[in-house]
């Protein structure tokens, strides 16, 4: 697991979950105990529904999802469901930028400044910042994430709005910062270059000739969503669903393809930028892009849109990504033209991220026809969530709760036999009982420890981020 490749810090199921069976071309004699294994791990993890496509050398070997989409609805995961790919498309906005080198029309060693028709002021001329730079994460450029909500009734900014007030914190080249930001300027440098939406480009020179149909990957169509996986979030081993977000800093990752999709871009670079009779991108191009830079961590480096893992002597490109409510990840392998993609309606937290590089070893060694153990140990949390006895009345923690120090309130209300938290901003979060006083949030990881006194609830600490928040009940 590389923390770097995380997209976002924030952010799934216990339902037993069921295979769903589909007929592709070219699929591999699959073990008997390999879907049992998949499917096992899925009810140890809670996690709603995982897809994965395996391939090698071109063709796609198995592709199939497991468990559901839709948890209420019970709907089945299948390879044509829909997932957000978050920072696993950052490789197919570097893939453009390489394209437009190639044709001349820009030169990822010059200044970003010199193409852009507002230049950004922050930059300092004596460290001009490149494309090179922000591809490989050699910017300087910190990283930041703006995530909005779907049904909120708020503008985003333009692409030129976020550019416009980015300021580096580091010197260019000399230190190793994740950067979105840095995604979100090579995505107005495609945009100002071409004279093209940033949409439009991708899909006209890259997923379209990819033989890709998921059009709509960036804002989805009415037909995608009836596809789409819902986002969950996975509190003591239980499965909630979690706001539909959207991150807009987009060029860095947030867009809704099949995991086939994604196969399909992946295979391309394994196949030195070609696909049947289709040049994407040149092998001079490819072969520069997984080219590892600066060290991040111990033999893993950063190319030019590809995490780069150096073991032994070989090298592998790897990736994570994340938005509130999924989860993905590749591994593949340039000797042998082999790899691995999976997608999940998951949050990402320290413990999800484990589970999911644990089968995405165990596939890989698979595809590499390697053995593999029929029984994973998967990792999980300890703690469960218990039910809510019957002599627990909801009524006696509803109350305003002054914070300690600040002039501000939280709340609880009850809302038939749901409690929830109010915070300042007045967004309502739905608290689930954890054991005697004690709840949690179920979008969030963030507790709550009810205070009692001769029976009566007084007041409460809120556990968020490491810290402790505590307040007084006043009504």
Avoid at 29 to 49: A, C, Y
Avoid at 79 to 96: D, E, L, Q, R, W
Avoid at 147 to 165: C, D, H, Y
Avoid at 450 to 468: A, H, M, P
Wanted: proline share 5%; glycine share 6%.
């Amino acid at each position: 697991m590389k923390s770097i490749i995380h997209l976002c810090s924030s952010i799934l199921v216990f339902l037993f979950t069921t295979s769903c069976k589909e007929n592709l071309s070219q699929e591999k004699p699959v073990e008997k105990n390999l879907d049992k294994t998949i499917e096992n791990w899925l009810s140890k993890t809670g996690i709603p529904s995982v897809s994965m496509v395996l391939f090698k050398s071109g063709k796609i070997l198995k592709a199939k999802a497991y468990g559901y989409s839709n948890l209420k609805a019970k709907t089945p995961a299948s390879s044509s469901t829909i997932y957000n790919t978050g920072s696993n498309f950052k490789p197919v906005t570097a893939t453009a930028i390489m394209q437009l080198a190639e044709k001349k029309l820009i030169d990822i060693d010059k200044p970003i400044n010199h193409y852009l028709r507002q230049p950004i002021e922050y930059f300092d001329e004596s460290h001009p910042i490149t494309a090179r730079q922000l591809m490989s994460h050699q910017s300087g450029i910190p990283t930041s994430i703006t995530i909005n909500k779907v049904w909120e009734r708020k503008p985003n900014r333009t692409l030129q709005e976020i550019a416009s007030s980015i300021k580096p914190s580091e010197i260019p080249d000399k230190k190793h910062i994740y950067s979105n930001d840095g995604y979100v300027l090579l995505g107005l440098l495609i945009e100002e270059v071409t004279g093209l939406p940033y949409e439009e480009y991708i899909w006209k020179n890259i997923l379209s000739p990819l033989g890709i149909d998921t059009y709509g990957f960036l804002k989805p169509t009415p037909e995608m969503v009836e596809n789409l996986a819902l986002p969950y979030h996975i509190r003591y081993n239980q499965a909630y669903p979690t706001h539909q977000l959207h991150l807009e800093q987009y060029p860095a990752g947030d867009i809704f393809l099949k995991p086939t999709d994604m196969a399909k871009f992946l295979m391309m670079h394994l196949n030195r930028g070609k696909v049947s009779d289709k040049r994407i991108l040149s092998k001079e191009s490819v072969h520069k892009m997984h080219q590892p830079n600066l060290e991040v961590e111990k033999n893993f480096y950063y190319g030019l849109g590809f995490g780069i893992d150096q073991i032994n002597g070989k090298k592998y490109a790897y990736h994570q990504g994340s938005l509130p409510g999924y989860l993905s990840v590749f591994l593949i392998d340039f000797e042998t033209k082999s790899g691995v993609y999976i997608a999940s309606n998951v949050s990402s937290s320290p413990m999800q991220d484990k589970q999911i590089n644990l089968l995405l070893k165990y596939l890989f060694d698979y595809v590499k026809n390697k053995e593999v153990k029929t029984n994973l140990e998967v990792p999980v949390d300890k703690n469960k969530a218990l039910s809510l006895p019957n002599d627990v009345i909801l009524g006696n923690y509803v109350g305003k709760y002054k914070i300690s120090g600040a002039p501000v309130y939280l709340k609880i209300e009850q809302i038939g036999k749901q409690l929830f938290l109010v915070n300042p901003t007045k967004e309502r979060f739905r608290l689930e009982y954890f054991t005697s006083n004690k709840f949690f949030i179920t979008t969030e990881n963030e507790d709550i420890e009810f205070k009692e006194n001769n029976g009566k609830i007084v007041g409460l600490k809120l556990f968020t981020g490491g810290n402790e928040i505590d307040a007084k009940k006043e009504y």
